[in-house]
C-alpha cells in the first residue's frame, strides 16, 4: 500500500518545482514555487473641493531627533481543512489564530556615509490579547513578543527608499511568532517613496516593491501577476490633511506538478497537484504637512489546495499477503502492472483528481500614530475612518470591537436596531436640559427582548466619535475640556442573591476592566456613591486608566438598575481635564440621563 506520509516539518508530498513551507515547525503544507518579481466619518473629510490639491509629491521624511510613536495591532489566522479519510497522512496542527498589540516609539538617526537612514524602534506595553495555537505553547508565544521590549530594534531605510533591519539573524519572518507581525508593520511605517513625481488623486502607477519584503516567507518565490500603488483621495482628519494611499500586490495561481513519498521512501511523480495564491493590499494615510505615515492598514491572504490524482485507501490496495490462503510471498513487481501508484481511474472523480488539503492563511494589521498631548480626537477619527467599508477594514471590524458581543447584535431583530443617535428636546424627555447643553438621544438595543431610549445632556459643541448598535461615543467641548461621553452596551443581571448595591459594584468592575472607551487597560475604581438617576436605582463610580496613547484617564462612569433585567452605563471621561474641573461636569452629564423603553 502506498501511505502519504508527514511529519512535524510537513507533509511528504512535493512538487516536483522548488518548494518551500510556510512554516515548517508547524507542519503546514504551504508551498511557494516560482520567482518572485520586484515587486466621511467623524473628523475625516473628502477633499472634493476646489481647494484641494491638484497634484502632490507623495513622499515621507525621516528626520533626525524625530519622534514618532504608533500604536500597533495585528492578528494572525490559519485554517487547514483536509479532505483525507482515505489517505493515511498526519494533518497539519491548526487551527492556529491570535491577537497581539504593542506601542512602537520611533528615533531617526544621521545618515551614515552611503545614505542609510537608522531608525531605532523601541517596543513597549506588549500584550497578547487572544490566543489559540496548537503550533506552539501560550506561554512560548508570550516570551517571543515580550522578548521585543528587552532592547531596541534597529531598522535602515536607503537613499531610494528601501527598508530593511539591522541585525535581524533570522532568514525569515515567522508567523508563528507575533513579534515579526509587529517588525513588518513597523517596515510598513519606514516607508518614504510612494510615487516618483507629483500625482494627482485618482491616479495609477507600479510600485516598487514597497511592502513585500524579501523575508516573507509566505510570499517568498511566488511569482507576481499583478501589483499598483493608487493615490485614492485626500481627507482631513481631526486637522490633519492626509493623503489615502492603496497598494495591491497578486501573486499568480500556480498550478504544478506534485510527487507523493512512499513510507520506504520511494518518491512517487504525477501523483497530484499543488496550486497557491496571494494577495497583499496595503492601505495608508501620510500627512501632507509632516511628511510622515500616520496610519497603515495591512491585510495578507495566501490560499493553498493540494489535490492527489487518485484515493489513496487501504481498501482499494489490501494486503496480498493477507489474501493469500496459502501464505505465499507476493511478486515485488506484479506481472500485470508496472505502476507503482494504484490503478487512479478506481474511484477518480470526473475531473480526475480528489480534493485532498487545502490552507487559508489571514494576517492583519494596523498602526496609528498617536500624537503628541491629546490624541482622544485623533484616534476617535480614525476609529470612524477604519470603519467605513472603503477603509478595506469593515470586516475585521467585528474582531476589533473592544469586547462588544457581536452575536447579540446579530441575533437581534434588526428591526428595533436603530443606531443612529438623535437630538431630542425637552418635551420628548419631560426632563429640562441645562443651559448650554443639547440633550441626545440613542436607542440602545441588547437584544429582541430589551430595547429602550436612553437621552442623556451633553454641554459645548458634540460630535459623534462612535456609533453602533451596542454603544455610542460622543465628543463634546465645553471651553478648554474635552469629554468623552458612552453611552452602553446594557450589561445582564445575573447577580441573585446581591443587595441593589452589592450588585451594582459587581457590574462596576466589570465594565471597568472591558468597556472603558480608549482604554488599553482595566480601570480602576477609587470611590462610589449610591445614587438614583431617573427614579432608578443607581452607583456612581469615580475611576481612572490608562488610555490607548497611555496618557492617563479620569472619569465618572453611571450605572442604572433596570427592573427588566439590564443594567444601562453612561460613562463621562478625560485625558488631560483637572479632576477638580471635571468630576463636577461628568456628574451633571451622568445625572441628566433619561431612560424610556
Request: net charge neutral; proline share 7%.
Amino acid at each position: 500500500m502506498t501511505r502519504i506520509t508527514a511529519n512535524k516539518t510537513g507533509l511528504s508530498l512535493r512538487p516536483t518545482t522548488i518548494a518551500t513551507a510556510i512554516a515548517t515547525a508547524a507542519g503546514v503544507f504551504l508551498l511557494t514555487m516560482g520567482t518572485a518579481s520586484p515587486a466621511t466619518p467623524h473628523g475625516a473629510a473628502r477633499s472634493g473641493t476646489p481647494n484641494a490639491p491638484r497634484s502632490i509629491s507623495l513622499q515621507a521624511e525621516l528626520k533626525p531627533g524625530q519622534l514618532l510613536r504608533y500604536e500597533l495591532e495585528g492578528s494572525v489566522s490559519f485554517v487547514p481543512q483536509a479532505d483525507a479519510s482515505d489517505a493515511a497522512v498526519s494533518p497539519a496542527r491548526g487551527p492556529c489564530d491570535y491577537s497581539l498589540a504593542a506601542i512602537v516609539t520611533l528615533r531617526p538617526r544621521p545618515p551614515d556615509k552611503d545614505g542609510n537612514t537608522p531608525v531605532e524602534a523601541t517596543y513597549s506595553e506588549t500584550r497578547v490579547t487572544s490566543f489559540r495555537c496548537s503550533a506552539v505553547s501560550q506561554a512560548e508565544f508570550k516570551k517571543r513578543v515580550a522578548s521585543l521590549q528587552t532592547a531596541p530594534s534597529t531598522f535602515r531605510v536607503g537613499p531610494h527608499g528601501e527598508t530593511g533591519l539591522i541585525q535581524f539573524r533570522a532568514s525569515y519572518f515567522d508567523y508563528w511568532n507575533g513579534a515579526d507581525l509587529l517588525r513588518k508593520l513597523t517596515l510598513d511605517l519606514l516607508q518614504t517613496k510612494f510615487s516618483s513625481q507629483p500625482v494627482s488623486p485618482g491616479a495609477l502607477w507600479k510600485p516598487r516593491g514597497q511592502f513585500a519584503y524579501a523575508k516573507d516567507y509566505g510570499l517568498h518565490q511566488l511569482e507576481l501577476s499583478a501589483a499598483s500603488l493608487k493615490f485614492k483621495d485626500v481627507v482631513e482628519m481631526a486637522g490633519r490633511s492626509c493623503a489615502w494611499i492603496n497598494s495591491k500586490y497578486i501573486f499568480s495561481p500556480l498550478d504544478v506538478p506534485a510527487s507523493a513519498t512512499t513510507r520506504e521512501g520511494q518518491v512517487l511523480q504525477g501523483t497530484g497537484n499543488n496550486a497557491v495564491a496571494a494577495i497583499l493590499e496595503i492601505s495608508l494615510l501620510l500627512d501632507s504637512a509632516a511628511r510622515h505615515v500616520v496610519w497603515v492598514h495591512r491585510s495578507q491572504t495566501i490560499d493553498n489546495r493540494l489535490t492527489l490524482a487518485s484515493t489513496y485507501a487501504e481498501a482499494d490496495d489490501p494486503d496480498p499477503a493477507a489474501e493469500d490462503p496459502a501464505g505465499n510471498e507476493p511478486d515485488a513487481d506484479p506481472p500485470d502492472s508496472d505502476a507503482v501508484v494504484p490503478d487512479a481511474r478506481i474511484n477518480r472523480p470526473d475531473n480526475g483528481r480528489h480534493p485532498f488539503m487545502s490552507f487559508h492563511f489571514h494576517e492583519d494589521g494596523w498602526a496609528r500614530l498617536l500624537p503628541q498631548g491629546s490624541s482622544t480626537e485623533w484616534l476617535a477619527a480614525l476609529r470612524s475612518f477604519e470603519a467605513t467599508p472603503e477603509a478595506g477594514t469593515a470586516a475585521s471590524g467585528a474582531a476589533r470591537s473592544r469586547g462588544l458581543p457581536g452575536p447579540v447584535a446579530q441575533a437581534a431583530n434588526p428591526a428595533v436596531l436603530n443606531k443612529t443617535t438623535r437630538v431630542v428636546v425637552d418635551s420628548d424627555t419631560l426632563l429640562a436640559t441645562p443651559v448650554g447643553f443639547t440633550r441626545y438621544e440613542k436607542a440602545l438595543c441588547r437584544d429582541t427582548w430589551f430595547c429602550a431610549s436612553v437621552s442623556v445632556a451633553l454641554p459645548g459643541s458634540v460630535e459623534v466619535a462612535d456609533d453602533t448598535v451596542l454603544r455610542s461615543v460622543y465628543l463634546a467641548k465645553k471651553n478648554d475640556v474635552l469629554v468623552s461621553v458612552a453611552v452602553g452596551p446594557a450589561l445582564d443581571r445575573r447577580s441573585p442573591g446581591l443587595t441593589e448595591e452589592e450588585e451594582l459594584q459587581k457590574h462596576a468592575k466589570y465594565y471597568l476592566s472591558n468597556y472603558v472607551w480608549m482604554a488599553v487597560k482595566p480601570g480602576i475604581g477609587t470611590s462610589s456613591t449610591p445614587a438614583t438617576i431617573d427614579g432608578y436605582p443607581a452607583l456612581i463610580t469615580e475611576f481612572s486608566a490608562t488610555q490607548r496613547d497611555l496618557a492617563n484617564i479620569h472619569g465618572t462612569l453611571g450605572l442604572i438598575l433596570t427592573p427588566w433585567g439590564k443594567v444601562v452605563p453612561v460613562s463621562c471621561t478625560s485625558d488631560h481635564a483637572a479632576a477638580a474641573e471635571l468630576q463636577p461636569l461628568c456628574e451633571q452629564i451622568i445625572t441628566s440621563v433619561s431612560l424610556r423603553r
